[in-house]
């Protein structure tokens, strides 16, 4: 069974930032993505950035480009999310989830394995 422990959340102001962490347990050929998503009160939950295990590929949601870069060092078996340029609307659980993302990279659907989440508040 895949684990994935998610910290680095916290609260901060608008401009400022952040830079969350998931160590996962193991990399197996069903965990050739890592994602980021985040889910705000009264939303539904969105994929902010995904990686390609390799880290030759990425993606991310529109309202995160030029401000979130996702990243991973397979030595610490954990993949970063550093979130710059934070604004209220960022506001959030933040999850990170690990599988095949056989529908999309960022389609909560194709991933099999979550943590537990670490919250992101940033106040205007």
């Known amino acids: 069974q895949v684990q994935l422990v998610e910290s680095g959340g916290g609260s901060v102001q608008a401009g400022g930032s952040l830079r969350l962490s998931c160590v996962v347990s193991e990399f197996t050929a069903t965990t050739i993505y890592i994602a980021w998503f985040r889910q705000a009160p009264g939303k539904e939950r969105e994929g902010v950035a995904a990686?390609?295990?390799?880290?030759?590929?990425?993606a991310y949601d529109d309202s995160v480009k030029g401000r979130f870069t996702i990243s991973r060092d397979l030595a610490k078996k954990t993949v970063y999310l550093q979130m710059n340029s934070l604004k209220p609307e960022d506001t959030g659980m933040y999850y990170c989830a690990a599988g095949r993302g056989s529908y999309g990279p960022r389609v909560a659907a194709g991933y099999a394995y979550w943590g537990q989440g670490t919250q992101v508040t940033v106040s205007s």
């Open positions: 990686i390609y295990i390799s880290g030759t590929f990425t």
